[in-house]
T-cell receptor, first 114, second 112 residues
Framework: AQSVTQLGSHVSVSEGALVLLRCNYS??????LFWYVQYPNQGLQLLLK??????LVKGINGFEAEFKKSETSFHLTKPSAHMSDAAEYFC????????????FGKGTRLSVIA | DTAVSQTPKYLVTQMGNDKSIKCEQN?????MYWYKQDSKKFLKIMFS???????INETVPNRFSPKSPDKAHLNLHINSLELGDSAVYFC???????????FGQGTRLTVV
């Protein structure tokens, strides 16, 4: 079975500081990996995805993530946090074949301090 | 146009009632899902429906039943609602081959 672990249920950064949200996966086959963002009282929006092409993936809103097989990690980063980045972030995993539903991590709440 | 739309956005009902949540996608996707998000924000798959094949999550009580009249719609019917059913329910859709599902805005169900 596949799973993801998000380290840190809550991360707080200052405006303009580096954002680093951690995600480690467990999978018996090379997986597809995703990061979603959820703003308060809204649905989930896809930030970026890794689907076995380039290991460094760029997404929307200045976010990027790097797939590291040796570390089984897919950490999300952004060089400079904005107040508008405050939200809940979810890492998710699925095998590359078929339409197996995503398995989500427990989420990391990002707070941005002015 | 909204890609994945759910109605209603909020639903407050009494224990024991039966209710339905509707979902429609206009993306031409073949697969649709229902996810449940609990009070701790944890997201768990309930059902997936791919070209009329229903995949049931065995941990979901049989009071929950998805119904798909066509490829663009996947409704969720819940019988005999219980307090523990209170949650946010998300509909999502995706195309075959992956790429990440698109999510609706969610339906916040409150059972009193």
């Amino acid at each position: 079975a596949q799973s993801v672990t998000q380290l840190g249920s809550h991360v707080s950064v200052s405006e303009g500081a580096l954002v680093l949200l951690r995600c480690n996966y467990s999978s018996s086959v090379p997986p597809y990996l995703f990061w979603y963002v959820q703003y308060p009282n809204q649905g989930l929006q896809l930030l970026l995805k890794y689907t076995s092409a380039a290991t460094l993936v760029k997404g929307i809103n200045g976010f990027e993530a790097e797939f590291k097989k040796s570390e089984t990690s897919f950490h999300l980063t952004k060089p400079s946090a904005h107040m508008s980045d405050a939200a809940e972030y979810f890492c998710a995993v699925t095998p590359p074949s078929g339409n197996t539903p995503l398995v989500f991590g427990k989420g990391t709440r990002l707070s941005v301090i002015a | 146009d909204t890609a994945v739309s759910q109605t209603p956005k909020y639903l407050v009902t009494q224990m024991g009632n039966d209710k339905s949540i509707k979902c429609e996608q206009n993306l031409g996707h073949d697969t649709m899902y229902w996810y449940k998000q609990d009070s701790k924000k944890f997201l768990k798959i309930m059902f997936s429906y791919n070209n009329k094949e229903l995949i049931i999550n065995e941990t979901v009580p049989n009071r929950f039943s998805p119904k798909s009249p066509d490829k663009a719609h996947l409704n969720l019917h819940i019988n005999s609602l219980e307090l523990g059913d209170s949650a946010v329910y998300f509909c999502a859709s995706s195309r075959i081959g992956g790429g990440g599902p698109f999510f609706g805005q969610g339906t916040r169900l409150t059972v009193v």
